[in-house]
């Protein structure tokens, strides 16, 4: 629906994530019998899968771990295809991609129904590992989510594309580990939105730190500036 909007109604990407939002959330709750969070207790499960074997008591970290590892690798191949290439060159330049006879409309289209579906498998992960379902579970997610990106490309670098991948991965980690850190050093758990927004303020800022640095160390290490100071 987000790339119907964007593609044939030509209403801005931003906006027209924000729409569906607000419209899902209506819709959720119709899926959900009209209750704000469903319990999961005595339910089968993914994790149950290995229920009454010696991997039962490290099943919520295996699982996870398996199908990340998992979704990392298709992800891989399916991107080094030529819709892989044609699918990462739209988001980079569509104008180009578009010069090239492409059809860039339908190729939004399809990278948006990709990505909803990593964020549907993602979701129904969290609420099988919680027990229970909340409407509100994915309020924030998508900040979240740019901030773990912008972390693993800062720290880890975007070249080639599999560091590109596990970059993501790791900054997702990384976000995760400064939330518990927080909280560990006595921080109240009230106080946790504070900690996310500034986590992802400083992600955000995280390029223009860089390059200013870099821009810095270049001005004073040039031969010209140390002349000048010997002068």
């Not at 309020?139 to 970059?167: C, D, H, K, Q, Y």
Request: proline fraction near 3%; avoid cysteine; glycine fraction near 8%.
């Amino acid at each position: 629906v987000t790339a119907l909007l964007h593609t044939k109604l030509n209403i801005q990407p931003l906006l027209s994530g924000i729409l569906v939002m607000l419209g899902l959330y209506s819709i959720n709750l119709r899926v959900m019998d009209g209750r704000a969070n469903i319990p999961l207790l005595n339910k089968a499960t993914v994790f149950s899968l290995l229920q009454g074997t010696p991997l039962e008591e490290s099943a919520a970290l295996l699982i996870p771990t398996i199908i990340l590892l998992s979704m990392l690798v298709l992800l891989f191949l399916f991107l080094k295809t030529q819709f892989g290439f044609v699918l990462r060159a739209t988001g980079d330049n569509g104008q180009m991609v578009r010069a090239l006879g492409v059809n860039t409309d339908r190729v939004i289209l399809i990278g948006l129904a990709l990505s909803n579906a990593l964020v549907a498998l993602s979701g129904s992960l969290i609420a099988q590992y919680q027990s229970f379902a909340d409407i509100s579970m994915g309020i924030g997610m998508v900040i979240i989510g740019l901030a773990s990106v912008i972390i693993g490309e800062v720290i880890f670098g975007t070249t080639p594309l599999l560091r590109r991948l596990v970059a993501v991965i790791l900054g997702a980690v990384l976000y995760r580990l400064v939330i518990a850190l927080a909280l560990e050093l006595g921080m109240a758990p009230t106080d946790l939105k504070l900690i996310s927004a500034l986590i992802v303020t400083l992600a955000l800022s995280m390029p223009s730190i860089k390059a200013y640095l870099i821009a810095w160390k270049k001005k004073h290490s040039s031969p010209y500036s140390r002349k000048g100071g010997q002068a």
